[in-house]
């Protein structure tokens, strides 16, 4: 079973590698620049300059959506930008859909409430958003087939350690989280195969 994790605007990192080697099974990462990132600690608002003015939201839904006809993982595991750009990617397929998408504090999804994701999704929105209001979003999102949304206590970014919101409690809890939704996923691919036989 494959998992695809697209990573945030801080792109393929270390951090990213140190998540990625915590989860089971055949694991890709996609992220928004063509080579591996060595951020140490930058600001965050330098960050989301950089991607904008090299990649963008579009370009990087694009790049998301390639990712999952190539690889035609079975969970997707995003976070932040990447959470909204595989949200968006995931509703304009036709085919080759995952089973799953789990999206970490996906705030650029505030601007595509319009879409229908076409499998099963869990948005795990933070405590508040700096932007926007995230409560009108979050009950949009919730009348839709599919979806479910959580407010977690933390702030955005936590699952990131170079992100200033960063808590580690919240990342140990939200891994284990998606360890056990792969377990889950596995089980159940097996015993589709199974009736198959």
């Known amino acids: 079973m494959v998992t695809l994790i697209v990573s945030d605007i801080y792109g393929h990192t270390a951090n990213l590698d140190a998540f990625a080697n915590e989860l089971v099974g055949g694991i890709v990462i996609c992220s928004p620049y063509d080579t591996k990132q060595s951020i140490r600690q930058r600001d965050e608002e330098d960050v989301y300059t950089q991607f904008v003015n090299t990649v963008g939201h579009d370009n990087y839904m694009s790049k998301v959506e390639r990712a999952i006809a190539l690889h035609r993982p079975q969970l997707v595991i995003a976070f932040s930008a990447g959470a909204s750009a595989a949200w968006r990617a995931i509703a304009h397929m036709q ?10 504090y996906p705030g650029q999804i505030r601007n595509y409430v ?3 994701p076409k499998c099963q999704v869990d948005l795990l929105f933070p405590q508040q958003e700096e932007h926007f209001e995230l409560t009108p979003v979050i009950q949009t999102l919730q009348k839709m087939a599919n979806v479910n949304c959580t407010r ?12 200033n919101q960063f808590n580690k409690y919240a990342y140990l809890h939200y891994t284990h989280l998606c360890e056990q939704q792969i377990v889950m996923l596995q089980h159940s691919l097996e015993q589709e195969q199974l009736e198959v036989d």
Request: aromatic share 12%; hydrophobic share 30%; no cysteine.
């Open 95 to 104: 085919s080759g859909q995952p089973k799953k998408l789990i999206g970490f």
């Open 114 to 116: 319009d879409v229908q």
């Open 152 to 163: 977690t206590r933390y702030n955005h970014g936590f699952m990131n350690a170079l992100s």
